[in-house]
């Protein structure tokens, strides 16, 4: 009888992990450009590649406008009641999961999610990148200056 519930639950809990995964997975995604073409009101969908252009409001909600990366002739005005990411600024890339709402032209967005800055990318004149040892080529720790080996 025990054996019967955990499987029951063990198969229970499998199945509400497929269900989330799969409703996650069929979320329509757009460009810009493509969600004021299609408008798709009233229906969960999310806007990738975009582009903050500029800070309308920064409170809450937090109001602010976005284009496609490529094309800044289109602009959507977003909408916001969630705090914004720490990287969150003009000239940033946003991606956001919410409802496209006709009556007032905007897409009211549940979550934001902002593109990793380039200070994680090597700078012009940086440090090399690294590069492996080859098979059998010996390598030396660095040492710190000013310390002698003996």
């Given at each position: 009888m025990k054996f019967a519930v955990i499987g029951a639950i063990f198969l229970g809990s499998i199945g509400v992990l497929l269900w989330i995964s799969v409703a996650q997975g069929s979320i329509k995604r757009y460009s810009v450009t493509e969600m004021l073409e299609k408008r798709p009101s009233g229906e969960e969908c999310r806007v990738d590649n975009s582009k903050i252009l500029k800070i309308i409001k920064p409170g809450n909600p937090l109001k602010f406008t976005?284009?496609?990366?490529e094309n800044e002739s289109q602009?959507?005005?977003?909408?916001?009641?969630?705090?914004?990411?720490d990287n969150f600024k003009e000239g940033g890339?946003?991606?956001?999961?919410?409802?496209f709402d006709n009556s007032t032209n905007a897409f009211h967005a549940v979550e934001l999610t902002t593109k990793c800055p380039t200070k994680y990318e090597a700078q012009p004149g940086g440090a090399a990148p690294y590069t492996p040892p080859k098979p059998g080529e010996k390598t030396t720790p660095a040492q710190p200056e000013g310390v002698q080996t003996p």
């Open positions: 976005v284009s496609d990366v602009i959507l005005t977003v909408i916001s009641k969630r705090l914004p990411p890339q946003v991606a956001m999961r919410g409802v």
